[in-house]
């Protein structure tokens, strides 16, 4: 039992597990499992969509971020290219509310409050799931109910099935300068331990080209000073002890450097801008049984991020501009359960985290905050009913050398979310959710050198969510056939909103005060067989959204969209796969959004849309299995910005070569 | 499958529906007589600087009237504008080039790069006219001297960091020096001799020099922004017969225009959020508030006079995201009109043109 609830950590409740378990008690493959998972994703109390390897591998994503644009209610802000920064906003209420999850454990970044998911790449993801709201799992560390939404990167480096070893290499080649070679291994040894490891090297010239438009005037030119390189590396130890209990640690170091392009500037290409990134953290997740009722989870991680800027065109005399920043973290987690009777299971659980941040540039205040945040819990699953409830108390405390910190906060803020299903076993279910979240205002909206403020106030939303979902097995042709719709009505109080300035790096806040979101999220996977050997695989997604400003009705912005969210975006993906042959289809688009609060026709910036197509195949030798993949995107060549003057690139090719033992 | 089919044929309608905007039919270019320019220097790195163009008779603005003529738009963070000899200059900061454009029709004559032999960025600011050349500051410590009959620059003037405003006083130019973009502001005053267009003296004034103004008895007014935390804004008188500072005054001034024995100031970053008209002996105002007819100006940005009707003009740039204003106020501080620059934002400068 204790085996599949730690499969089933980003799944469902305890007791669904039960019931399919004895469903497919069958066969035990790693096929039938992954089958339960993605079954599982639309019959929970809060809405949660998943991409499983086999299709993050299909739409070609290059990392976490062009695999989460499929997912319903999300808008990724894309400065373009390979290198480009690109951050999450789900449902409108932006990257600082959304928690990214890397294998169980959050990760942080207290100074800009976003995480760059460039720099997850998607080639030893397991699974990349969003959940709304909350994760549904009694055993959580408590920082991961802070967040209104929560993007879980689980990487393949824990299987606690696959008991013989298995390697896998390859290279990735493709436009602009792409090389992307990655290898890894997956080491069962003696006494319950298993290690694995794998590393990635990502080379890319990024010269795409694009068109500047300037009202008659029509220029083609090429992307510059847009290359990347990095490297980055992990390292798993997992001990199973004697009591079932597990260790898994994790060392992971990610480097890279990159030149930032900049806007585009009309009469004015250059740009000499660019970044360094040295990363290394060590995280560990200690999971025990104590009895058949009560379980416990320990998690710390430490990290240690340094990140260099220098843009030698910035004119202070000085030779330019050179910020280097080091942010230093550490995290600590106790969470246990215990399930109290048939039906409640009660769930307590405790975070702190330090955060230390220094640079040097002159006059920096260098600093220091203390998160403390505490969760209960309870669940309580009777008949077709499941409620969650939690209460979740954070207190945050900053410390500055110099100049005023802000003042300590501390906060309450619960949830509560319920599904109902007409009886067992029916494909239908509603489900409803309440949440009240806060974002603390980061250290580059505090203490920047004079753009910083430190009486801002911190960010609450309030979230609301109803929806129905409908999962059902049909026949061979139809296997699986399941749709969620969900509507929500979010609020933003004291919204800080960050736009771009004068470089990528650095952000210019404007508090915009009050947003009304109103939502519809439609979700909708299919699979089957067909003609005996034609597997196929089908996921669209759809979102209609308006998020309004509500803060000053004598503004012209009154009622009008906040920047960068359009009412329209969907996305669709179909894979078919026939012996050792694959082939797939997958499209994005998004309709017309506002480049500035008010919603003039000058600010209007067009929808767009790219599609792309693949084509694999399998060859199995005696000794290993080859697949060798070649993909075309954005097939139209359709040029657009995801934001206004960062160009995204037009039609690219890709082939890619994995090999991995059979 | 048929069921995805069509599915998919209906998203990819939807797609090509709603991925075009409607054609706009061309614009209506007006005829410029008599009325104002307003330059509103848009967002930085979002290339939406505009020029509207406001006519008296027929109390319209004609906004973004560059692109309308020129059929593409000026470019990036327009920062000043002046109306000389028939032409009108564009500073154009982010972009780094000087507009040369036509005064009545603003049909482009000449684009002047300011940029290195490395085509990095010179980052010009402001300009000011003299004889038959303009002078256009650099924030990279440089002035430059443009003919403005072939068109070129003659030569760069090294002065101090990052210069700002510029006025001629007699036959010498002054240039705020202020340090703006350095870890600690300038606080210097470059003295150009206009004969030879070299820098011959720098006077030295309270820290972050910025705006400044020229009256008719041989002073000239500097606005000093301090460095935001301990040294507070000041504003300086300077003799030009001697080169030096007469008056002192702890006060924060943002843009201002000498007219009739006053000095019309808005209260700029760190100052007040009304207008007011300052004695140019010791200062102080007369009123808190320029303005007597209780028109609300949200944030006073530029400020011009017109010197043949005593004329105030005063833009309004809102909350720095929204479309701004322009309000024409008479000597007496009463609104005579106003207008929308919309889509423009942060109207900076007003030019006055009369045919």
Known sequence: MHCITTIFLVAGSCSLARAQVADTAKTLKKVTIKALKKQNSFTTATPVQSLNHETLQNISAGSVADAARYFSGVLIKDYGGVGGLKTISVRSLGASHTGIIYDGIPVSDVQTGQIDLSRFSSTFVETLSLHQASIQHSLLPARIYASASALAITTNTFNPVAQKQSWQAGIKAGSFGLWQPFAGIYQPLKKNWILSCNAEAIFSKGDYPFYINNGNFSEKTNRNNSAVQTFQAEANAVKQFKDSSTLQTKIAGYVS????????????????????????????????????????????????????????????????????????????????????????????????????????????????????????????????????????????????????????????????????????????????????????????????????????????????????????????????????????????????????????????????????????????????????????????????????????????????????????????????????????????????????????????????????????????????????????????????????????????WSISILLNNS | MKKNAGFLLVVTLLIVCSCKKNDSPAPVVPVVTTGVYVLSEGLFNSNNTTLTYYNFATS???????????????????????????????????????????????????????????????????????????????????????????????????????PEQMVVSGSKLYVANSGGLQPVPDSTVSVIDLSTFTEIQKIKVPLGPGSMTADDAGNIYVACIGNYTTVPPRLVKISTASNTIIKTADTAVGKMRFYNGKLYATGGYLGSSKVRALNTTDFTAASSNFVTDGTAIKLPYGITVDDLTGDVYVTDAKDYISSGEVFCFDKTGKKKFSFSVSPGLNPNTVALIRK
């Not at chain 1, 060590?282 to 009895?291: A, E, L, N």
């Not at chain 1, 009304?516 to 959204?545: M, P, S, V």
């Not at chain 1, 005696?622 to 070649?630: E, L, S, T, Y």
């Open chain 2, 60 to 162: 319209t603005a004609t906004t973004d009237f560059f692109a309308s003529s020129n059929g593409s738009g000026l470019g990036d963070t327009g920062n000043d504008m002046i109306i000389y000899g028939g032409k009108m200059y564009i500073v154009m900061n982010q972009s780094s080039y000087l507009e040369v454009a036509d005064a009545t029709t603003a049909k482009n004559i000449k684009k002047i790069d300011l940029k290195t032999a490395t085509a990095a960025a010179r980052q010009p600011r402001y300009a000011v006219a003299y004889k038959n050349k303009v002078l256009v500051s650099s924030y990279d410590g440089t002035v430059a001297v443009i003919d403005t009959a072939a068109l070129t620059i003659d030569k760069f003037i090294t002065v101090g960091a990052n």
């Open chain 1, 257 to 652: 450097e990159r030149g930032l392009p900049g806007a585009v500037i009309f009469f004015n290409n250059r740009s000499a801008q660019q970044l360094w990134n040295r990363d290394v953290f060590v995280q560990s997740r200690y999971t025990k049984t104590i009895t058949t009722t009560t379980a416990l989870l320990l998690s710390a991680k430490y990290s240690h991020t340094y990140t260099r800027y220098t843009d030698p065109d910035f004119l202070n005399n000085q030779g330019g501009l050179d910020n280097r920043y080091k942010q230093d973290e550490l995290y600590l987690s106790i969470a246990a359960n215990h399930q109290l009777g048939k039906d409640f299971i009660v769930s307590a659980a405790a975070d702190i985290a330090p955060a230390w941040l220094s640079a040097n540039t002159s006059g920096f205040v260098k600093p220091f905050r203390f998160s403390n945040w505490n969760n209960i819990a309870l669940n309580y699953v009777q008949g077709g009913w499941q409620v969650n409830g939690s209460l979740l108390y954070t207190h945050v405390s900053d410390k500055t050398d110099t100049g005023t910190a802000a003042a300590a906060k501390n906060k309450f803020t619960p949830t509560l979310a319920v599904s109902w299903k007409p009886r067992a076993g029916s494909p239908f279910m509603l489900r409803a959710f309440y949440k009240v979240v806060f974002r603390m205002p980061t250290f580059n909206d505090l203490y920047y050198n004079f753009i910083g403020n430190s009486l801002l106030k911190p960010e609450y939303a309030k979230q609301y969510n109803a929806g129905a979902t409908y999962s059902q097995h049909f026949n061979t042709a139809i296997k699986q056939f399941s749709i969620s719709a969900d509507a929500y009505y979010n609020t933003v109080k004291d919204k800080i909103i960050a736009v771009p300035n004068q470089n990528l790096f650095v952000w210019t806040m404007l508090n915009l005060g009050t947003v009304h979101i109103k939502g519809l999220d439609i979700t909708t996977e299919l699979n089957g067989t067909i003609f005996t050997k034609l597997d196929w695989f089908c996921r669209i997604a759809y979102t209609w959204q308006q998020a309004l400003d509500v803060t000053d009705p004598s503004s012209p912005s009154y009622k009008n969209n906040i920047p960068y969210t359009p009412n329209n975006a969907g996305s669709g993906l179909v894979s078919f796969s026939f012996n050792n042959w694959g082939a797939g289809y997958n499209m994005l688009f998004s309709g017309t959004r506002y480049t500035l609060g008010e919603n003039n026709p000058y600010n209007q910036l067009d929808g767009w849309g790219t599609q792309d197509i693949f084509i694999s195949r399998a060859l199995n030798t005696q000794h290993f299995k080859v697949k060798i993949k070649g993909a075309l995107n954005n097939i139209s060549n359709q040029h657009f910005d995801v934001i206004r003057y960062y160009p995204m690139p037009g039609r690219s």
